[in-house]
């Protein structure tokens, strides 16, 4: 048949990775992350892969933390629960608002249903497709938890103004979650490689959190 080509749906590092990936799924195929107890290395593994990941994103390992999830639905939803449990114990927030562009990734909206957190979605510009920072403050309220932005988002590929939002953030004593979908560790490799990228990691003072999927150009596998 014709030949198609498609962007965004596998990540492939070349056939020689894609047999070491096998091998090392074969080495710990048995092994259940769950029991750290029975099976400690799952552990030790994860916190190098987070290390790693922190660094990565110009963080610090020693003081900044996550977790390894099952994909970036799972990164979004503990990422607008850890929002709700913050704001509940900090702030008193009882009725929490999550401020979402209208390109951000359909899981926001899913972990908000899921969390009982009011999904605010706020529309992008018409011809760079990117949120605006004034259009955001226009829907803070005394119920924001956070706000989230895209580098980059997945639709159109475009970085929002990370440095507005954090700006916003700080501002207003409210988290900042970047949600690196499409790009994930493509984006700090880039930055490494000379090219000019406007600022979205740990480097930015205002940004909160971060999610990054290891399958994107961190050849895991999915």
């Known amino acids: 048949g014709k030949k198609r080509q498609s962007s965004g749906a596998v990540y492939h590092g070349g056939k020689t990775l894609s047999q070491l990936q096998n091998q090392a799924y074969a080495l710990f195929s048995i092994a259940n992350p769950l029991h750290p107890?029975?099976?400690?290395?799952?552990r030790k593994m994860e916190s190098e892969i987070l290390a790693m990941t922190v660094s990565y994103f110009n963080g610090n390992p020693?003081?900044?933390r996550g977790l390894v999830t099952n994909g970036g639905t799972e990164s979004i939803s503990m990422a607008v629960r850890a929002y709700?449990?913050?704001?509940?114990?900090?702030?008193?927030?009882?009725?929490?608002?999550l401020i979402v562009a209208q390109s951000a990734h359909s899981a926001f909206m899913k972990a908000c249903e899921m969390?009982?957190?009011?999904?605010?979605?706020?529309?992008?510009?018409?011809?760079?497709?990117?949120v605006k920072s004034a259009t955001?403050?226009?829907y803070i309220t005394a119920n924001t938890i956070a706000i989230v932005g895209s580098a980059p988002q997945y639709a159109q590929g475009v970085l929002d103004p990370i440095l507005e939002l954090s700006k916003l953030a700080l501002e207003y004593q409210i988290g900042l979650h970047v949600d690196c979908c499409l790009g994930s560790l493509l984006m700090p490799t880039l930055q490494r490689m000379g090219y000019e990228i406007p600022p979205f990691d740990f480097r930015v003072p205002g940004v909160t959190s971060i999610s990054a999927d290891t399958?994107?150009?961190?050849y895991c596998q999915k």
């Open 37 to 42: 107890d029975v099976f400690p290395f799952t």
């Open 62 to 64: 020693y003081k900044q």
């Open 84 to 97: 709700k449990n913050w704001a509940l114990q900090s702030k008193s927030i009882y009725h929490p608002e």
């Open 115 to 130: 969390f009982e957190v009011q999904c605010i979605v706020v529309p992008v510009d018409a011809n760079t497709f990117t």
């Open 136 to 138: 955001v403050r226009r």
């Open 215 to 218: 399958h994107k150009f961190g």
